[in-house]
Each structure stands twice: as structure tokens, then as C-alpha cells.
């Protein structure tokens, strides 16, 4: 079984632009969190999606945003780019929704010039 | 949740000895625990697992131990191997909550 896949992995984006990034989960898997991962602060919880209603979301500004389409592929998208932007970030299924294992992808690695 | 990443310890441990990582979870109510691997440019691996209604847990050469008394969690990993050199993260969750990881231990395998 194919694992979690996410695109691109790797961006370049300037300050003030928007950026999307992809995340599709393992066959089967309804469940896609997304994290952000950098050096000072770790692996923080973004949002999950769940058959394709948010159902939990961690404390980012509005401009992190996100949704899932019925396939329950994922998009994060993050608008009006800051320096402090520049993470990795990663996506992770599960089957369901609550206490069960979460996979993750490779990332995508976004800087922000 | 919340999440400390500020700093991140190191073991260093000879190849052929046992690891231990550790780790302190914050939530008292969290019921389900995860570690993972990470190594570098590689997203988290996902190790082993346990839940509250164990005190410990064995996979194939790594063992979880849950202590709720003092909300903590260790990883063990026997005969340690080069190729365990990575980032270790917990990660702990209650029913409808979302997953929050630890601040991840950096396991240097000397030769």
C-alpha cells in the first residue's frame, strides 16, 4: 500500500504571496492532519480534516488555512507569506479521525525569502 | 495544545547498547501514545504505540514503558544500531483531541 505523498517538496516563495501545498493519504485513511515543523517551536498541530469537515485546529492565524475533497486528498494553503513561514510541513493520515496511528509524508519544505 | 520545541536533548549511546529516551507528557488525560522516528529530510516514522490501559507495550527490539503516576513515558531500544541514529518524538492525545508531540531526542549512535 502506497504511503502518504505530498506536493511539491520543496517551494521558494517571496514574502506576501500564497503558497498551496498537497497532501494525499494512504488508501483507505479518512482522517489528514497537518503539522508544522521548525527548529525553535517543533511539530505543531495545524488542523484535521475528517471526511472533509475540519474537525480540530491548532492555534494559527486565519491565514493557514485548509480543506479535503471527497477522494480525502488534502490541500493546506497559506496566504500573505511571512519569513517566519519557512518550515516543514507535514501531512498525516489516519483511518479515523480520533486516538488512532497517524502516518506521515516526507513534508514539503517551504522557505520564505 | 501545547507543544515545547525550544530545546532538544541528546543521547549518545555505543553501537551494541540499550537506548533509553524518555519523555514527560503534560496532559493527565491523554490516553494514547505514539513514538516516532524521525530522521533527517524524512517525515516521522511512526515506532510504536501504547495505550492508558497498558504499562508497557514491545515491538521488535524497541519496548514502551507508560508510567500515568508521573505521566511518563520512556522508549528502549535494545542492541542499538547506526541505522537508529534519528530524532525521537512522543506524541500523546485524548479522545477528540488533537496529537501533541514532545519536543524530540536526538539518539547519536557512536561507533
Known amino acids: 500500500k502506497a504511503g502518504v505523498t505530498q506536493t511539491p517538496r520543496y517551494l521558494i516563495k517571496t514574502r506576501g504571496q500564497q503558497v498551496t501545498l498537497s497532501c494525499s493519504p494512504i488508501?483507505?485513511?479518512?482522517?489528514v492532519s497537518w503539522y508544522q515543523q521548525t527548529p525553535g517551536q517543533g511539530l505543531q498541530f495545524l488542523f484535521e480534516?475528517?471526511?472533509?469537515?475540519?474537525?480540530n485546529k491548532g492555534n494559527f492565524p486565519g491565514r493557514f488555512s485548509g480543506r479535503q475533497f471527497s477522494n480525502s486528498r488534502s490541500e493546506m494553503n497559506v496566504s500573505t507569506l511571512e519569513l517566519g513561514d519557512s518550515a516543514l510541513y507535514l501531512c498525516?493520515?489516519?483511518?479515523?479521525?480520533?486516538?488512532?496511528?497517524?502516518?506521515f509524508g516526507p513534508g514539503t519544505r517551504l522557505l520564505v525569502l | 495544545g501545547e507543544n515545547v520545541g525550544l530545546h532538544l536533548p541528546t543521547l549518545s549511546v555505543q553501537e551494541g547498547d540499550n537506548s533509553i529516551i524518555n519523555c514527560a507528557y503534560s496532559n493527565s488525560a491523554s490516553d494514547y501514545f505514539i513514538w516516532y522516528k524521525q530522521e533527517s529530510g524524512k517525515g516521522p516514522q511512526f515506532i510504536i504505540d501504547i495505550r492508558s490501559n497498558m504499562d508497557k507495550r514491545q515491538g521488535q527490539r524497541v519496548t514502551v514503558l507508560l508510567n500515568k503516576t508521573v505521566k511518563h513515558l520512556s522508549l528502549q531500544i535494545a542492541a542499538t544500531q547506526p541505522g537508529d541514529s534519528a530524532v525521537y518524538f512522543c506524541?500523546?492525545?485524548?479522545?477528540?483531541?488533537?496529537?501533541?508531540f514532545g519536543p524530540g531526542t536526538r539518539l547519536s549512535v557512536l561507533p
Open positions: 488508501s483507505g485513511h479518512r482522517s
Open positions: 480534516y475528517f471526511s472533509e469537515t475540519q474537525r
Open positions: 506524541a500523546e492525545t485524548s479522545y477528540g483531541q488533537n496529537f501533541v
Open positions: 498525516a493520515s489516519a483511518t479515523d479521525s480520533f486516538q488512532e496511528t497517524q502516518y
